[in-house]
């Protein structure tokens, strides 16, 4: 039996080509888009779960509140909370300490006559590779970081330094400041994972080791609890702690408190900041999975609905074998087993798509995806669930319609279409229209907002600014000849220097004033500059003026006691002080003991990124250090500024290699999850529309053939090709339009949910709406009028000669 459902199906295949072909088709896109996602979103879901101990650990973050109550989360502790915790705490079986030296930079690391620009250099407590799951290739994980001057390395590192000869053992120099001794090199840490290195140094090398302070925050602090611990006994135990030992019951508003987070919950669900943030958004896991599902749904629909279409046409065979015998059962399994042929043949196709598609997706997501991302064996589970649940979804409902035709009816050629079937057809293809219309829309919205973002005024002009990353740092004399040297170049318009990035600034202060009560204080951004800063970032100030030789002078005094500084505040601090702008020039202010007066009031101007609001922040003339020198580029001189920097950073930083970024591709940096989540919808819509204009066009395709006769009676008794045109296409049009009305209510709240991310963001406007609307009618049109066409142009004589 099963031969003769291979041979009848093989027939039926060949017979009816387009449409097995539209369905194959169909069926193996959606099946690779889902494969490609489900593999995206499964490498995004197993974030840091690789680890043994990966249910047991947490990370302390703190959360500060002055007493305007104004606040920051951070996930950067004081050096103090590692070691007491260990103590004080029963439920923590151990604790480390994680010390980034490179930051979002990089440092120089020299061995031999090999030096290069090192990104993501830490230090760590011993205690790290007993709770971290980092597969050691050389050395012992037990005392790897046992020792000062210590370090561990990856593969990539230990090529790149050593070729094939053993790291271990080998003296390199890690910012012309530390020498270490390679005691480890472990495989390089998989995409997947929060915490990133290529260098980790013991953190035993650092003098901060040696004493237990809750003043400065710098550490990451991550926690092994015991087995059957209870995170919420530990945290009332810290919220009692911190209650007793950090806060001052006499100044309430003034507020400190160390909160646990669950490391697996990190990447996607973290809200806090000062590095090492969540790098995902679990609301993108769930639109990626709606994106998924709704594919290789519309896969399934047009399957459907070529199938049930057909069903007229098969009608007879039917007839034929049930007069002949057939049970309706084998009537159903036939069909059935059709289906089955159908979606094998998909889903092996679909898998080879997917196989093509990692590469690009990898790219496009900056994540190593393949099939090794998946647990043994489940790959095949998941092929094997497809193939039963589209061959079930997709096949069980035609397979059904065609085996309960009876056969007298359908001998005396009663059964050519039926209301029922026209009406799930209709509601196939609205439902198709309305997904393909919600990503259209979705793409046009958030192409929209990134518009809106890269175009919105920052405040600030990051274009044609060339950065370098200082690690080391520069003295105040050293920096100023330098900048003397570069100014003399008529490529170089100015040049300047600072602590941060002016976009992403995250020095925490408390600022108090002078005409304030004594127990005031507020929280505050801020960022040491140089004197040229500001002319050089582009901001415009409000009131004052810029610094001067004589606040520079007032800065750098030998006696750090004697020392003045000049403040420019942003427009938001001197609100949040209660001061206006010119009536704020001059006032004394202490920001942690830096006393000075407010030089200059300066437009807000975004430092971080536009999901935030514009905070209080001030810019303060302190030249302690320098981690970014930034030029700034006269016209479209790029390549002579660059080699007048190379130049001149080769002569000054021989220890350093030279290396350079745009700031304006760093502030690009920031989104790159929007913008990734943008390209994904965009190339899923393009998909989505694809994959339902094949199936529109087989439809089309065959209700024209359906309809032959009664288009070759209208032409003869006088109708144009025009309106046959229009008869065939304007059902069509009628589903089009009501799915514009359902997909556009949907795609606001969840398009407008989305967008409560941002501070600043876009209003949607009607006219969004309606270009998606045109968009639909027009792929809608375009695909159905080719075979509306061709059929309003046959010869009448030949279409009523063929019945």
């Known amino acids: 039996m099963l031969r003769n459902y291979l041979k009848i199906a093989y027939r039926n295949l060949m017979k009816h080509r387009t449409n097995s072909l539209v369905s194959i088709t169909g069926l193996s896109i959606g099946i690779g888009c889902f494969l490609l996602l489900a593999t995206y979103i499964l490498h995004e879901l197993r974030y840091d779960r690789f680890h043994e101990h990966s249910d047991s650990l947490v990370r302390v973050n703190l959360f500060y509140q002055s007493g305007d109550g104004e606040s920051v989360n951070v996930a950067v502790t004081p050096t103090a909370v590692a070691p007491v915790f260990s103590r004080e705490f029963e439920e923590v079986k151990s604790a480390v300490r994680l010390y980034s030296l490179s930051g979002n930079g990089s440092v120089p690391v020299k061995y031999g006559d090999k030096l290069f620009n090192e990104k993501d250099v830490l230090f760590a407590d011993s205690t790290f590779f007993n709770m971290f799951s980092f597969p050691f290739v050389e050395g012992n994980p037990a005392t790897a970081l046992s020792a000062p001057n210590s370090v561990v390395i990856d593969e990539t590192a230990a090529r790149k330094f050593f070729g094939n000869e053993s790291a271990v053992g080998k003296s390199v120099s890690i910012n012309n400041k530390y020498t270490m001794q390679v005691t480890g090199v472990v495989a390089d840490v998989p995409s997947y994972s929060s915490i990133k290195f290529h ?33 919420t006994s530990l945290r009332s135990k810290v919220d009692n702690y911190v209650a007793k030992h950090l806060n001052d019951p006499k100044n309430p508003g003034v507020r400190v408190r160390l909160d646990l987070e669950e490391f697996g919950q990190i990447h996607l669900y973290s809200n806090v900041t000062g590095g090492m943030e969540a790098t995902g958004n679990y609301k993108y896991m769930y639109i990626l999975s709606g994106v998924a599902f709704l594919i290789l749904a519309i896969a399934c629909i047009n399957f459907v609905n070529l199938v049930t279409a057909r069903s007229a046409v098969r009608a007879k065979e039917v007839g034929v074998r049930k007069v002949m015998g057939a049970e309706r059962s084998q009537v159903f399994g036939q069909y059935l087993y059709e289906c089955g042929i159908i979606t094998i043949i998909s889903v092996l196709i679909g898998f080879v798509i997917a196989n093509l598609g990692f590469p690009g997706l990898s790219s496009l997501t900056a994540s190593e995806l393949n099939l090794g991302v998946w647990p043994p064996f489940s790959v095949v589970m998941v ?8 061959t079930l979804l997709a096949g069980a409902y035609p397979a059904a319609v065609l085996s309960r035709f009876e056969p007298i009816k359908v001998l005396k050629s009663n059964v050519l279409s039926s209301p029922g079937g026209n009406m799930l057809r209709s509601f196939l293809v609205v439902f198709q229209f309305s997904v393909s219309l919600l990503f259209i829309i979705g793409t046009l919205i958030a192409n929209s907002q990134l518009d809106y973002i890269q175009n919105k005024s920052l405040g600030m002009n990051p274009d044609q600014v060339l950065v370098l990353d200082l690690s080391t740092g520069i003295s105040a004399g050293k920096l100023a000849s330098i900048k003397n040297e570069l100014l003399g170049n008529a490529s170089i318009a100015s040049a300047t220097a600072s602590y941060d990035s002016p976009l992403n600034v995250q020095g925490g202060y408390s600022i108090s004033a002078k005409d304030k009560p004594n127990d005031f204080s507020m929280n505050i951004t801020a960022i040491p500059v140089e004197k040229d800063f500001v002319k050089t970032m582009g901001m415009k100030l409000v009131a004052g003026e810029n610094f001067n030789e004589s606040d520079i002078a007032q800065a750098t005094l030998d006696s750090v006691e004697l020392r003045r500084y000049a403040f420019i505040l942003n427009e938001s601090a001197i609100k949040a002080l209660g001061w206006n702008a010119a009536g704020a020039i001059g006032k004394e202010v202490n920001m942690n003991g830096r006393e000075g007066t407010v030089k200059a009031v300066v437009k807000d101007f975004h430092f971080r990124s536009l999901h935030e609001k514009i905070a ?15 030029v700034r580029v006269s016209g479209t001189e790029v390549n002579k500024a660059v080699d007048v920097l190379k130049k001149s950073w080769e002569a000054n930083f021989p220890l350093q290699p030279f290396e350079y970024h745009f700031l304006d591709q760093e502030f690009n940096d920031m989104y790159k999850a929007e913008s990734r989540v943008s390209t994904i919808l965009t190339l899923f819509s393009v998909i989505t529309i694809l994959i339902s204009c094949l199936g529109l066009f087989a439809l089309i395709a065959f209700i024209s053939h359906q309809r032959t006769k009664e288009i070759g009676i209208r032409k003869v008794l006088g109708a144009t090709a025009t309106s046959v045109v229009v ?5 069509f ?3 089009t339009l009501i799915a514009i009305l359902i997909a556009s209510p949907i795609a606001w709240y969840l398009m407008n949910q989305w967008l409560q991310d941002f501070a600043y963001r876009i209003e949607i406007s009607w006219g969004i709406f309606a270009m998606a609307g045109f968009i639909a009618i027009a792929i809608s049109l375009l695909t159905v009028s080719f075979q509306s066409v061709r059929a309003a142009l046959l010869d009448p004589v030949k279409s009523l000669r063929s019945e």
């Open 733 to 735: 049009v009628k589903l």
């Open 727 to 731: 008869l065939l296409s304007k059902e």
């Open 199 to 231: 260098w980790l140094a013991s953190y035993s090398t650092l003098p901060r080791s040696r004493t237990e302070s809750f003043d400065s925050a710098n550490d990451f602090t991550f926690l092994l609890l015991k087995p059957g611990s209870s995170l």
């Open 616 to 630: 209080p922040i001030a810019i303060i003339s302190e030249y302690d250090y320098f981690g970014k020198v930034m």
């Open 383 to 390: 092929l094997v669930s497809l193939f039963v649940a589209v």
